[in-house]
T-cell receptor, first 111, second 111 residues
Framework: GENVEQHPSTLSVQEGDSAVIKCTYS??????FPWYKQELGKRPQLIID?????GEKKDQRIAVTLNKTAKHFSLHITETQPEDSAVYFC??????????FGSGTKLNVKP | EAGVTQFPSHSVIEKGQTVTLRCDPI?????LYWYRRVMGKEIKFLLH????????ESGMPNNRFLAERTGGTYSTLKVQPAELEDSGVYFC?????????FGNGTRLTVT
């Protein structure tokens, strides 16, 4: 099956700084990589995704990069704000419409 | 559109008791998933329905867990008898294919 590893498990940054979360995956056939944000007490929500035919995708302060050769992808948040504080999960597909998730990164943005 | 809804939001039961969790997916989503997150760990795949059929149940921990999706609409996940290690947050997600839409989860505590 797919093996998704996510680092770091916790990340604390000062407001305005950048945050980077990294994930690796094992299945070379994987071609779609979503990122989810889970605020305290709420449901995980999709914030950005990337397909394997591109190396980078940006949406305002959020970007995701993908290195298919190395089998890793990263989430980049610039100009962090306190409302970015949450748990972030990466995911990779396996088989038919099934996703494996990383262990999550708890991001704390200090005002 | 209404999101994925789960009931109950919390459940506290004693070891040996039975609990049934319910998930109502987004209308029209053929794919329905159950996941579980134990504190600090990954969102772990349990099983995947396509309409009323179990597509993949490889993540189900053991035969104390039974999931159903009669009629291809809502789904239930029954744990009988519950053990201490079953504690965690159980997420349901649905999809028409592609990104998952999560419910708020059911926090199960087995004492």
């Amino acid at each position: 099956g797919e093996n998704v590893e996510q680092h770091p498990s916790t990340l604390s940054v000062q407001e305005g700084d950048s945050a980077v979360i990294k994930c690796t995956y094992s299945d070379s056939a994987s071609n779609y990589f979503p990122w989810y944000k889970q605020e305290l007490g709420k449901r995980p929500q999709l914030i950005i995704d990337i397909r394997s035919n591109v190396g980078e995708k940006k949406d305002q302060r959020i970007a995701v990069t993908l290195n298919k050769t190395a089998k890793h992808f990263s989430l980049h948040i610039t100009e962090t704000q306190p409302e970015d504080s949450a748990v972030y999960f990466c995911a990779a597909p396996y088989g038919f419409n099934k996703f494996y998730f990383g262990s999550g990164t708890k991001l704390n943005v200090k005002p | 559109e209404a999101g994925v809804t789960q009931f109950p939001s919390h459940s506290v039961i004693e070891k040996g008791q039975t609990v049934t969790l319910r998930c109502d997916p987004i209308s029209g989503h053929d794919n329905l998933y159950w996941y579980r997150r134990v504190m600090g760990k990954e969102i772990k795949f349990l099983l995947h329905f396509v309409k009323e059929s179990k597509q993949d149940e490889s993540g189900m921990p053991n035969n104390r867990f039974l999931a159903e999706r009669t009629g291809g609409t809502y789904s239930t996940l029954k744990v009988q008898p519950a053990e201490l290690e079953d504690s965690g947050v159980y997420f349901c997600a649905s999809s028409p294919g592609g990104p998952l839409h999560f419910g708020n989860g059911t926090r199960l505590t087995v004492t």
